[in-house]
């Protein structure tokens, strides 16, 4: 059982930067892929980004690329998505997600691929 806590979330400008972070529970989190995904109000929640259990292979969507950054740190279990240039069709809730890969190079996109979800943070990017 994984547990995942974002944090990191709030209200910015426009060209804003912000970092989520999310903690994970439990061992082993080097052998888990981890995924941000957001959903705004009245929409279907979206991929963001991926990352692989090293963090030596990430995938990002194609309306953040070039402006997010995913990462992570195994030793403290903690994945991060550092958002710059934030635009007001940033706002959702960002949600982390996991997936035990054990140790293979996968990452994944679809939400549905997903075992463990945290509870969300609210970014709100005002105009």
Same mark, same amino acid.
């Given at each position: 059982? @994984? +547990? =995942? ?5 709030? =209200?910015?400008? *426009?060209?804003?930067? =912000?970092?989520? /972070?999310?903690? &994970?529970?439990? !061992? ?10 957001? +959903?705004?109000?009245?929409? %279907?929640? %979206?991929?963001? *980004? &991926?990352? #692989? ?9 194609? /309306? ?8 992570? !740190? #195994?030793?403290? #279990? *903690? @994945?991060? =998505?550092?958002? #710059?240039?934030?635009?007001? %069709?940033?706002? &959702?809730?960002?949600?982390? &997600? *996991? ?10 996109? !679809?939400?549905? !691929? ?11 990017? /005002?105009?």
């Amino acid at each position: 059982q @994984v +547990q =995942l806590v974002e944090s990191g979330g709030g =209200l910015v400008q *426009t060209g804003d930067s =912000l970092r989520l /972070s999310c903690a &994970a529970t439990g !061992d082993r989190f080097s052998s888990y892929a981890m995924g941000w995904f957001r +959903q705004a109000p009245g929409k %279907e929640r %979206e991929f963001v *980004t &991926a990352i #692989n259990h090293s963090g030596g292979i990430r995938y990002y969507g194609d /309306s953040v690329k070039g402006r997010f950054t995913v990462s992570r !740190d #195994n030793a403290k #279990n *903690t @994945v991060y =998505l550092q958002m #710059n240039n934030l635009k007001p %069709e940033d706002t &959702a809730v960002y949600y982390c &997600a *996991t997936k035990r890969t054990y140790g293979t190079d996968s990452y994944f996109i !679809d939400q549905s !691929d997903y075992d463990y979800w945290g509870q969300g943070t609210q970014v709100t990017v /005002s105009s």
